[in-house]
């Protein structure tokens, strides 16, 4: 099934902190997904952060549409949710997005853990935004 909207199961699935699987557009290249943490907004937007001079932003920056890939885990049935559109890449707000997922993601009760954050605070960081136009979905 697709569409542009995510359901109410789609926003299930998202709102755990699972990996998304990220692809960029880039021209004749194959797409190259990478494992990215990632949140979905309340306008239903993706975001996640990157580097600012990542290979991700030059690929955005030349052709600024990508797709998440998101789906459960090992276990339980198979579900996932893959989510297209065009991307913006936004400075504000990138260190709060960090903190969140992190928190989202790893115990930061672990003081290792709490640590990487705290280093990953004093780098530079960019929101990258998907506008979803295409959804689809597998459910078991």
Request: glycine share 6%; hydrophobic share 50%.
């Given at each position: 099934m697709s569409g542009g909207a995510l359901t109410a199961e789609d926003l299930e699935l998202l709102r755990r902190p699972l990996h998304g699987f990220l692809s960029t557009a880039a021209g004749p290249a194959p797409a190259q997904p990478r494992?990215?943490?990632?949140?979905?907004?309340?306008?239903?937007?993706?975001q996640l952060f990157t580097g600012p001079d990542t290979v991700k932003v030059r690929r955005l920056a030349r052709d600024p549409r990508a797709s998440i890939v998101v789906a459960a885990?090992?276990?339980?049935?198979?579900?996932?949710?893959?989510?297209?559109?065009?991307?913006?890449?936004?400075a504000d707000g990138a260190h709060e997005l960090v903190k969140r997922l992190a928190a989202r993601y790893w115990d930061l009760d672990d003081a290792?853990?709490?640590?990487?954050?705290?280093?990953?605070?004093?780098?530079?960081?960019?929101?990258?935004?998907?506008?979803?136009?295409?959804?689809?979905?597998?459910?078991?």
């Open positions: 494992p990215v943490w990632f949140e979905v907004t309340a306008e239903g937007t993706i885990p090992v276990g339980e049935a198979e579900r996932w949710v893959s989510v297209a559109g065009p991307v913006t890449v936004e290792p853990r709490a640590d990487a954050l705290a280093e990953m605070l004093g780098q530079d960081w960019v929101r990258v935004v998907i506008h979803p136009d295409t959804v689809a979905r597998v459910t078991a």
